[in-house]
């Protein structure tokens, strides 16, 4: 007993440790979230046409390797209908932003079960955070995998990967930030509500965070089809409130998932409706004595709200630049970031 009184104190003095790994973790994870999007939007995605979880560590070395790589490409679809005549500069170019998307993928795995298993071993996991890293460590995994069946996608018929596995991808990235940003506040520790307080508050907190990660896989949608480039202007979609090409697709349902007009109209009616979320939960929660963490959380999801919708509006007028396109999908993390914040310290532990 005194053993297990005496692993535990020892666990809780680790905490910070623990916290500082997992914040590196999580900083390394959202930059795999932009280096994704930067590899997606120069369309060098594709350009690596073979999962080699060992052997991929390394680039091609020397000139023999490069064409051998690049012949492969040659066979593949992209190469055949959109980069016919690419030279080997021009192929370079691309793959290094995959190889470096991959490179940071294995060094994220490495960084998280290296200190983990070390944490474990050593006794400065607390019980009750092992089933969540754990948990973690396995969807990293399982992240890998996602990867890849996205990526084959694209080497079949068509030089894009399908949108669907696109938004499966980042879907599952923000989720293992979003768990790691929760355990990191959990060993931070937090100061809950008073019971009597703020119930209804706590659900409003869990319908933004839900509603957040849905937009986020609906943008995901939105770069999957190249939505952003159909209607460049804000508030209307040209001199239309309802576009006409709403509905080109039949049977209905389809235009919500591939009609790239239909897919931006709705990323923007998502846009609207997290914004009420907010302002509501913000405006209600005035009349409740919060605790000063939890007024602070939610002040923080308000700000990260304005930037990202900023961010958003000027990437659609801009015509998706890379670097806005980047910052807009930083804003989201920030923004799912702060909502899981709220979240944590209005949720009563």
Known sequence: MNMNVGLENTAIQARPQVAAWLVVVAVMVAAMV?????TRLTHSGLSMVQWRPLMGILPPLGEAAWAEVFALYK???????INQGMNLAAFKS???????HRLLGRSIGLAFAV??????FHGRLERRHLAPL????????????IGW???KSG???QPDVSQYRLAVHLGMAVAIFGGLIWVILDLQGGVPIHAGHGRELRLWSKLIVGWVFLQILSGALVAGLDGGLVYNTFPMMNQYWLPPELTDLSPGWLNMFKNAVTVQFDHRLGAYLCTILILALW???RTFTLAPAARRALHLTLAALALQVGLGIATLLWVVPVPLAMLHQGGALLLFAAAVHLMFRLLRR
């Not at 066979?75 to 209908?81: F, L, N, S, V």
């Open 34 to 38: 932009l280096l994704g999007g930067a």
């Open 75 to 81: 066979a593949y679809p992209e190469y055949q209908q």
């Open 134 to 145: 754990f948990g973690l460590f396995l969807l990293g995994g399982l992240q890998g995998l």
């Open 149 to 151: 069946w996205m990526v």
């Open 94 to 100: 691309i793959f290094y932003f995959e190889y470096s």
């Open 115 to 120: 200190p983990f298993l070390w944490f474990w």
């Open 155 to 157: 080497l079949v018929d």
């Open 283 to 285: 405006h209600r929660s």
